[in-house]
């Protein structure tokens, strides 16, 4: 028996024209999501006028209020009313929607604000002598008049969806929605450096969040001083910058050492010719670009601009613009893989500060309650040996240093090597049959033995591999699998990158593939399945990686069992052998697993230990 849908009526109603403030409501529904929504809207309006300076002020997270100023062109009294109407907009003229050259592009913004709160504009244009103010309360227009302002535009948005009740009850507490609107403020400052901005809360007084200059010098320069301000002068001293271009796309910004991670994806800020976006591809090529120099839970920490001309990137994806969509996303996606990496290759040894930070904190000097007597430094004459009286047990312990030659107590350099060529040092001791203690020019470096050779071990497996390829391992009976004729197509674009890794795969006729080689490193393997993951990673991030991080994993953990192990004696020589492999590999700072190979500590800051400075 067939039962008739409640939504189905036998009364057909009429096909009617909404009317225009049932249509604002809907847009609203998509371009104004939250308070954050409105303030990001407002902002990159100020951007788009030429403001030099942009101020946000809000309360209650922004339902209250929100308040954009700027100090940008303003808006003509005559065309108020028409920048208020849905689809009316000064960037474009609506001939070519891929030559965009500007945040705003839609005309949506302004009416869609003015039909779910009560919004009030007040502006000048630069070439009028008075300014006019303007207000919308539920699609009701009142003005223009006359007001007192010195140029630019103010924007003010009160009681965000009173006219749309049912949309307060998804927004979050007063203390998300006031992070969400931190957030994008943050977002697009990085990305105008050339622009001041000031973020102040209202809720209970005037409480200033952030206020950052101009920044002047050339890009790099400005760019760097911008994401010192906002992420911290921790994370400028933690990373590298980048610059790297790929068939018409340059990519440049800064991105955190593999040993300066977070626990979660929180600081990866990414845009698109300067506007923020959040893309699950672009994200995707970042994880993978740090894929082997960082354990799965840690996640890298990074501000990347991508520039391109307007015609290869679709912005017009979603109404709030935070999606994009590249003409060849392969080609952007390999640009931030191959320029991170390379990058990261070419920054040499860098330890990070805040994992010396951190030694130097585990550090417990003890503190004297009386004032410290420094008694006077003598010289010990040369060839006496201080008694240490009380020290007899210290033959037990592991620390000790082996001299290179019997009358030289310190490691020699070889011809043309000098202290400042040696990044790491010269070996002094080895501690615990695990850490050797080396000395550098203006420090120390504490180095984790088996962590670094196994970085280096694994290094060279894949070098090995780079250069004579992915050995296969022929399958006595081929396995075909069924796919369908997209999976097929995904495959063949690919099957140059798989037969590098060993996997051999053909057409077997309709909707199947026949696989007639695995990788031999990996012994018995499901090929089923792995053609599943690689389809899934395809699909899900428009590339595969699956197959090359189980290779890397298996090199990983033969490289571990194939190091200097915990607990092993070594010589001078041996010890000072492995700092020269060390520099010799700019990946050598991380182990396999992304831990830190060694620490490095300054010698002001270990005198500051002992009270000499």
Known sequence: MNVQSPNISRDR???????????NRIAAGEVVERPASAVKELIENAIDAGASR???????????????????????????????SRHATSKIDGSDLLNIHTFGFRGEALPSLGSVARLSIETRFWEEDTGAAYSVEGSVATGPKPCSRVRGTKVRVADIFYATPARLKFLKSERAEAKAISDVVKRLAMASPKVAFCLTDRTDGARKLLDVPVETGALPVALAARLGRILGREFTQNAIWIDAERDGLQLYGMAGLPTYSKGAAVAQYLFVNGRPVKDRMLTGALRAAYMDVMSRDRHPVAALFVECAPELVDVNVHPAKSEVRFRDAGVARGLIVSGLRHALADAGHRSSTTISGATLGAFEPE?????????????????????????????????????????????????GLSPSTLPLGAARAQLHENYIIAQTTDGMVIVDQHAAHERLVYETLKTRMAENG????????????????????????????????GIDLERFGGNAVCVRSTPAILGEVDAQAMIADILDELEAEGASVGVEARINAILS????????RSGRRMTADEMNALLRQMEDNPMSGQCNHGRPTYVSLKLADIEKLFGRT
């Open 13 to 23: 109603r009429v096909i009617s024209q909404l009317d225009e403030a049932a249509v």
């Open 54 to 84: 942009v101020e946000v002020a809000y309360a209650s997270g922004g339902m209250s209020f929100v308040e954009v100023s700027d100090d940008g062109t303003g808006i003509p009294t005559a065309e108020l009313p028409l920048a208020l």
């Open 367 to 415: 503190r004297p309650q009386a004032p410290v007597y420094q008694m006077e430094t003598r010289r010990v004459p040369a060839g006496h040996t201080a008694p240490m009286p009380g020290f007899a047990e210290a033959s037990m312990l592991s620390g000790r240093v082996e001299a290179r030659s019997a009358d030289e107590g310190s490691y020699e350099p070889e011809e």
């Open 470 to 501: 992915v050995a296969a391992q022929v399958l006595l009976i081929p396995e075909i699998i069924d796919v369908t004729q997209e999976q097929i197509a995904a495959l063949e674009a690919i099957a140059e990158d798989l037969a590098r890794l």
């Open 557 to 564: 953990r033969v490289s571990c069992h194939g190091s200097i």
